[in-house]
């Protein structure tokens, strides 16, 4: 909880989020900078930073903000380790590949403050368009790579991934994976170190920081020097370790796969040697070699890629050890691991049977979901992206409807079927501009405003400029809903509370040259369907700003001022043709077979399904009281 991450009482043992305990972290490594953009599972690090910074405002100064996208982040925190400061930016994995270009060559600068770039990887999709193994990021960048293995190392590591920037000069990408992330557990404190944020002199020194060929060719052969320093170091480091008995056979485990490998060594009563590895790039080949070179048998315990595997089998070639890893079968290359799974592999290697039936256990755990109803996720009551793909529907033929990654992604269920592709944030108007050369449709493409601002705004030049003929939607419900309400450059909010200056997307829209632009309230849904015809019809490029607070938030917000929500009712000149239940499925109408009716604790009061109503049944239930 938040009252416990800015606790200063040192020593103390408090429950902690994964997120929480990085965001400890990084008050007691006494970060200058946090950037971010939102995104699962990182999220919970900026949101609670931001509460952090206003809390600790006096004792702790830093400066905190949500970036436009990832890579803008990434820079930011990258510009204050220029100037000496320690900066810290958060992400999701692929959140990294929008920070890519600039990790590679800021590798090549290195760190002068502090620098660590948390990357909050996925494993089993819980909330991603892919599972990626962002350990490569460090390989490919040549950019050292920590993975805490549970909360306290969470917090923990933090300060040693800074110390380990600050010693060897570069970069340091902190991972973790979903279950860190989001699972919660005992942290003893540290210090909140005091101090201010001051700023310091502008230190020039062009020969490292400005990537012409001619520097960036002198810093290769420093870059790689340092690898071979730091792969040293962690050979020696307090990160990784040794623990059990003496044997033949071993066990190698990496992030949080250590915990999954030690409580299926405890059931299989078994005491072997285990491998600890939280510095997995570069990877302290003298500690694995000296493991290795005592044994017969390894298992290899890691998530998603063969990551560790491919290098210790690289190393095994001078000794005589079987390896059991993912390449021959014996643990799986995707999905989140857990203990069944350590369990099942590293019984494998030993000949043993698992101590627990986990097949059936999950063959039952199959069974009773599949009895269960399904509950796939559905717009809230009142949501305007509903509202908006309705007037879309209604209009639509065949168009190609490109979208987008957020909440209005869900437009993909029926009854709208409105998003016939999403690819990557900023991918929806960059797809639209190939689908227009290339198909006979007519293209319409929708994004949110976090994503217009993130990602779409270059492939909305690109249409401007080589004249597309598409219509763009912004899905603009004023906030960066899906990953949990974080502000955005068109919010008149900012990471720290200050004062913002917010950037309004007509005007970026109209500054680009576009010449139709319409701003419209999707609740009004005759307007919203007179756009998109218009839109439509107008050769080139359109767009429609679909303007409308996401529900939540608009139930907040007249929850704040006193204002009661007016729901409205279904009246007995209902028909039962159940068109506001088939054609625009508002989670807040009822209909079990047989009565239909609205639940008022649930209905937002937007009135979108009154319009939907071809027999007016539908009515305010202010208007019927009168
Ligand atoms: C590169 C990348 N960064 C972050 C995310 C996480 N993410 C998914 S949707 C989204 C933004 C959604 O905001 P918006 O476009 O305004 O749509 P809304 O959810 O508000 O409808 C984010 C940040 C992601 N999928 N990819
Ligand atoms: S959170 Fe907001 S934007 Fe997302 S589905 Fe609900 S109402 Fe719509
Ligand atoms: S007014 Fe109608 S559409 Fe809007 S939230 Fe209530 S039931 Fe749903």
Redesign the pocket.
Known sequence: MLKDVVKDSPGERVFLLGNEAIARGAIEAGIDVYSA????PS?EVVDTLSEVCRLLKDRMEFYLEYSV??KVAFEVAAGASMAGKRGMCG??H??V??AADALFSFAYIGAKGGFVLLSADDPSMH???NEQDNRWYGKAAKVPVIEPTNPQEAKDYVAKAFEISEKFESPVIFRTVTRLNHASGVVELGEIPEKKLEKVDWEKNAQQFVMVPANARRRKPILLEKLEKIEKFFNKSDLNWIEGGDSRTGVIASGVSYRYAREALRRLNSDLPLLKLSTTFPLPSKLLEDFISQLDKVAIVEELDPFVELHVKALAKEYDVEIYGKENGYFPMNYEYNVAVAEKGIAGMLGKSVTFDYDSALQRVAETSAIAPPRPPVFCPGCP?AASYYALKNVAGDEALPS??????LGINKPFETVDITL??GGGFGTANGLARVVKNKVIAT??????F??SVPALINAVYNRANVVFIV???S?????G??P?PGMDKRGCGEMPHSVRIEDVVKGLGVEFVEVVNPYNLKRMEKALNDALNHEGVSVIIARQL?AILWNRERKKKGVKIKPFVITDECVKCLKCVTSFACPAIMYDGENIWIDEAMCAGCGVCAQVCPVNAIKSSAVKAK
């Open positions: 953009y939102p995104g699962t999220s996208n990832e992400m999701k692929v959140g590949n929008v909330s991603s368009q992206h987008d990654i957020g909440c209005y992604t990557c944030m994004a949110g405003d976090s994503t217009f993130h990602g899905l603009d419900n906030t960066t809903a899906m990953t309400h974080q955005h996401c």
